[in-house]
């Protein structure tokens, strides 16, 4: 894979920072090393010393002094050292991702905390786009994405999809605009990354197949563009087997993947990762380190302990516990469809995630119909304007 061309300008002018080098340098060093580099504050001055936090299985997560003190210190960007070490074990253990073990500059699979995966794709889209970029992305597209891609000026070039995902056929339309070879020549501008959300997709609810996967990723491979997996809903797949993920088939190492425990640990702690080929996660971790310059420290630590606590089984326990909980939340909104909408709309039933994608018949873009209707509704009007102006 050569790397170079998915990067811009300033992403390749980024360069280690001096003093978030030095914090990660010292903390790998002994605890009677001082350093006055850094700028670090006396985290005896805090003025928070212990917390005990209860679980819902009655276990407790203690702050004693000292670990308070880290929790509350800085720390290194990419992520604490031993919530990196759990997470990617984990990833192994569901994905076995084949570049697992290949040589770094051949894209060897790393992984970074990130502040939220939404952080993390925000990096990766300043990484790769370029103003007049062409990027792919599945229609209907997540909202948060169109926000974060319209200021960078590329263009989106949507793939149309269906219950089951993007439908390979409508890419292999639109990518036959194009030459395979033409990937080479930065003129031809050929799409540089698709987008997908595979599982429980927002807002639509479809999941993409494993075959539909295969075929994408042999697209990928044909006309050389990376592939960004943005699975929040990865750990609410209703069924089981879950379905083979494209990290899981990615040979070339050209898939970006973000993950996310904002929908089964919590969403306030703002904890995602993001795991791809090593020379592309180093250039995210750059940008972390002059941005946020690091995730929580206390947040990771919380969530840290509580994976060591639980181990992979009792993590994947509560997964399990989380998916029966929005089974029953999807059944019953599909009941209240079928009493209330049978006739009027259509939809099809989500095999993950979170979302109902509902088709009014006989109107083909409802914008109107929230206008006017919504906004009669005096509790809806600062909804309904929203909706208008972001349509």
């Not at 006055?36 to 819902?56: E, Q, R, S, W």
């Not at 770094?104 to 905390?113: A, E, L």
């Not at 702690?269 to 206390?298: A, W, Y």
């Given at each position: ?5 998915f990067i811009?300008a300033a992403s ?5 920072s001096?003093?978030?080098?030095m914090?990660?340098i ?7 090393v001082?350093s006055?580099?850094?700028g670090a ?5 805090f ?19 000292e670990m308070?003190k ?6 290194q960007s990419?992520?604490l050292p031993?919530?990196l ?6 990833q192994v253990?569901l994905h076995?991702p ?7 500059s051949?894209?060897q699979?790393?992984?970074?905390v990130t502040?939220g995966?939404?952080e993390g ?6 990484m790769?786009?370029?103003?007049g ?9 997540y ?17 149309s ?10 890419l ?7 030459k ?14 698709l ?5 429980g ?17 042999e697209l990928?491979?044909k006309?050389?563009?990376l592939?960004?997996?943005d ?10 087997p879950w379905a ?6 990615d040979?070339?190492g ?6 996310s425990?904002?929908?089964v640990l ?7 990762f993001?795991?791809?080929p ?6 995210i ?5 002059v ?6 420290t206390?947040a990771q630590l919380?969530v840290?302990?509580?994976l ?10 509560h ?5 029966d909980f929005?089974?029953k939340?999807?059944?019953a909104l599909?009941?209240a469809a079928?009493?209330?909408l ?7 039933v989500p ?6 994608w509902?088709k ?24 309904a304007?929203?909706i208008?102006?972001?349509l």
């Amino acid at each position: 894979m050569n790397y170079t061309r998915f990067i811009t300008a300033a992403s390749a002018a980024r360069k280690p920072s001096a003093i978030r080098v030095m914090t990660e340098i010292l903390g790998k060093s002994s605890k009677s090393v001082l350093s006055l580099a850094t700028g670090a504050p006396n985290p005896n001055t805090f003025p928070f010393k212990t917390a005990v936090i209860t679980t819902d299985n009655k276990e407790t997560i203690q702050f004693d002094e000292e670990m308070m003190k880290r929790a509350l210190q800085y720390s290194q960007s990419a992520g604490l050292p031993e919530l990196l070490s759990w997470l990617k074990q984990l990833q192994v253990k569901l994905h076995n991702p084949p570049t697992i073990h290949y040589p770094p500059s051949q894209g060897q699979m790393d992984m970074c905390v990130t502040c939220g995966s939404q952080e993390g794709l925000c990096k990766v889209f300043e990484m790769i786009i370029n103003p007049g970029d062409n990027i792919l992305v599945n229609e209907p597209i997540y909202s948060g994405t169109i926000h974060a891609v319209q200021p960078l000026g590329c263009n989106m070039i949507n793939i149309s999809s269906d219950e089951h995902g993007i439908i390979p056929d409508s890419l292999r339309e639109i990518l036959s605009r194009w030459k395979p070879e033409d990937s080479k020549n930065p003129e031809k501008n050929t799409p540089k990354f698709l987008y997908t959300v595979p599982n429980g997709n927002n807002p639509a609810g479809s999941s993409l197949t494993t075959n539909r996967k295969k075929e994408i990723y042999e697209l990928a491979r044909k006309y050389d563009f990376l592939i960004i997996e943005d699975d929040p809903y990865y750990f609410m797949q209703f069924s089981k087997p879950w379905a083979p993920t494209f990290l899981s088939m990615d040979v070339d190492g050209r898939v970006i993947r973000a993950d996310s425990f904002s929908k089964v640990l919590s969403s306030g702690l703002r904890i995602g990762f993001i795991t791809g080929p090593k020379p592309l996660i180093e250039r995210i971790v750059l940008h972390v380190q002059v941005s946020t310059m690091h995730p929580s420290t206390f947040a990771q630590l919380l969530v840290s302990q509580l994976l060591y606590q639980w181990g992979e089984e009792g993590f994947l326990a509560h997964v399990d516990r989380v998916i029966d909980f929005y089974r029953k939340q999807r059944d019953a909104l599909l009941a209240a469809a079928d009493k209330w909408l049978s006739g009027l709309a259509e939809w099809y039933v989500p095999t993950a995630g979170m979302f109902l994608w509902v088709k009014i018949k006989g109107l083909h873009d409802v914008r109107k119909l929230i206008e006017e209707k919504a906004f009669k509704k005096e509790a809806f009007q600062g909804l309904a304007q929203l909706i208008k102006e972001s349509l």
